[in-house]
């Protein structure tokens, strides 16, 4: 399918659409679409539902404006819709402090049902940053994930790059060092 019509970045800014991703089955509906259109069908086998569901959180996504039919055939008589992101990536708003972050979630339960006898790149780093610093790190980041996007094959198997750089909350630390 060519994404070149698509919008780079979808920006979550409703809360119908901010429900839409908070949950799991269908962040993992739109993950398996993140690459290429898939039916109702197809989506089921992959994320593991029975078609019902599949079809009931992928209408819901589709309200909410995060997917959307990319094409039609008829087969046997019944229309079968082939679905794709509405947008390269979606943005979601700031949770503000103490909020949930639903991508960190999402992703940890990614990462808790990956398999755990496959390779796996984890690590945590404890950084003290000028504001400069943090600032590089956070663009460099970046770059690298836009440049490994780019390179992604919808051939071969998924792989999720995850990464949060923040700044702690100091109920714990002091600038001078703990407590």
Same mark, same amino acid.
């Given at each position: 399918?060519?994404?070149?019509?698509?919008?780079?970045?979808?920006?979550?800014?409703?809360?119908?659409?901010?429900?839409?991703?908070?949950?799991?089955?269908?962040?993992?509906?739109?993950?398996?679409?993140?690459?290429?259109?898939?039916?109702?069908?197809?989506?089921? /086998? @992959?994320? &593991? *539902?029975? %078609?019902?569901?599949?079809?009931?959180? +992928? $209408?819901?996504? /589709? @309200?909410? &404006? *995060?997917? %959307?039919?990319?094409?039609?055939?008829? +087969? $046997?008589?019944?229309?079968?819709?082939?679905?794709?992101?509405?947008?390269?990536?979606?943005?979601?708003?700031?949770?503000?402090?103490?909020?949930?972050?639903?991508?960190?979630?999402?992703?940890?339960?990614?990462?808790?049902?990956?398999?755990?006898?496959?390779?796996?790149?984890?690590?945590?780093?404890?950084?003290?940053?000028?504001?400069?610093?943090?600032?590089?790190?956070?663009?460099?980041?970046?770059?690298?994930?836009?440049?490994?996007?780019?390179?992604?094959?919808?051939?071969?198997?998924?792989?999720?790059?995850?990464?949060?750089?923040?700044?702690?909350?100091?109920?714990?630390?002091?600038?001078?060092?703990?407590?």
């Amino acid at each position: 399918m060519p994404t070149d019509d698509l919008p780079e970045t979808f920006h979550v800014t409703t809360d119908e659409q901010l429900r839409a991703v908070s949950s799991l089955t269908r962040h993992r509906i739109m993950a398996v679409l993140r690459f290429e259109p898939a039916t109702i069908t197809q989506i089921a /086998e @992959r994320v &593991g *539902l029975a %078609k019902g569901s599949s079809s009931y959180h +992928v $209408r819901l996504l /589709e @309200r909410a &404006g *995060l997917v %959307k039919v990319v094409r039609t055939r008829k +087969v $046997r008589g019944v229309t079968e819709r082939y679905y794709a992101m509405a947008a390269g990536s979606i943005a979601l708003p700031d949770p503000g402090e103490g909020g949930p972050d639903v991508l960190m979630r999402h992703a940890v339960a990614d990462l808790e049902a990956s398999q755990a006898d496959g390779e796996r790149h984890v690590r945590m780093a404890h950084l003290r940053l000028t504001d400069e610093q943090f600032a590089q790190l956070g663009a460099r980041l970046q770059a690298l994930a836009d440049e490994y996007r780019k390179l992604s094959d919808p051939s071969l198997p998924d792989s999720s790059l995850v990464f949060a750089l923040f700044h702690p909350a100091q109920g714990e630390q002091t600038k001078g060092g703990t407590k």
